[in-house]
């Protein structure tokens, strides 16, 4: 198991198209992907567990990934986080 926390720190947050992105992302790995924000949990393969984390710009988000890929799992969700899903903005 392996856990990183990451801030998210694009202008809009976690909205429905970033969730898209981690969505596509979770699930190009084997591992369990789970999110954690506040007391709040979703699998990361779930999209609409992901929009109802709620996560706002500045929200901490912890990512667990479990499984045999888990490092490049967790490495390439936490990447697109802190590139802002891949947006200017």
Known sequence: MMERVV???NELGLH????????????????????????REARARSI?????????????????????DEHAAITAICELVETRFGEDA
Request: proline share 0%.
């Open 48 to 68: 609409l567990g992901v929009l109802l984390l709620g996560a706002g710009q500045g929200s901490r988000l912890t990512v667990r990934c479990f499984g045999e």
């Open 7 to 9: 801030e998210v720190v």
């Open 16 to 39: 429905a198209r970033a969730a898209a992105r981690l969505v596509q992302t979770a699930k190009q790995f084997r591992s369990d992907v789970v999110l954690r924000v506040g007391a």
